[in-house]
Each structure stands twice: as C-alpha cells, then as structure tokens.
C-alpha cells in the first residue's frame, strides 16, 4: 500500500519562502496525478496545484506566478517551492496522489499534512 509523507513546513515570515516535499513509499503499479492542497482554520480543503505524471500542471489563481509544483518519478515525490508566502497562504498542506495499485484498482491517498505558517 502506498503511504505519502509531507515535509517542510514551519513558520515564515510574509514574503519569504517555503518549500515541500511528499515522499511516497510502498509499492503501486504506478503513481499518475500528485497534487498539493491546504486547509486553513474553519475553511474547506482547497487545491493548489496539481501536476500529472507527464508534467501537465495546473494553479489556483492564488498560487499562479509564486509557487511551483514539481515531481521526480524516479523517486515519487513531488515537491511545492513556495515563495512571496502572505499571511493568508497559512494553513495545513496535503499531498495527494492518484494511485494505480498492483492490482490496476484507484486509489486516492492523503499524507497527514504539514504545517504552513506565515507571520510576522
């Protein structure tokens, strides 16, 4: 079973920069889309970016022109550099992978999260 793990979060200030990691571990026939998400104090889960196993990449409007989603297929992470953070840009981030099993069944999988904070 594949199993995702955030790291990198901590607290920054406002304009600096952060940048994450999801490592994902088991076994899968094969990893396709990644994506990051957060969720903020008494707010909805909301995406920030995703990117295919091709590369195709989409933004919220909110991420476009800061952060940058990335992934190495070799080593099945993906990675969200995230710069210019703003107060607003706090909240928990989640990896998630769409995951093809051995058994070619589809599986969504969460890491537990890693914390953003940005403040003065």
């Known amino acids: 079973q594949v199993q995702l793990m955030e790291s990198g979060g901590g607290l920054v200030q406002p304009g600096g920069s952060l940048r994450l990691s999801c490592a994902s571990s088991g076994v899968a026939f094969s990893i396709n889309d990644m994506g990051w998400y957060r969720q903020a104090p008494e707010k909805q889960r909301e995406v920030v970016a995703t990117?295919?196993?091709?590369?195709?990449?989409n933004y919220a409007e909110s991420a476009k022109g800061r952060f940058t989603i990335s992934r190495d297929n070799a080593k099945h992470t993906v990675f969200l550099q995230m710069n210019s953070l703003k107060p607003e840009d706090t909240a928990v981030y989640y990896c998630?992978?769409?995951?093809?099993?051995?058994?070619?069944?589809?599986?969504?999988?969460w890491g537990q999260g890693t914390l953003v904070t940005v403040s003065s």
């Open positions: 990117i295919s196993r091709g590369g195709s990449i």
């Open positions: 998630n992978a769409a995951v093809e099993t051995v058994t070619r069944q589809s599986r969504e999988v």
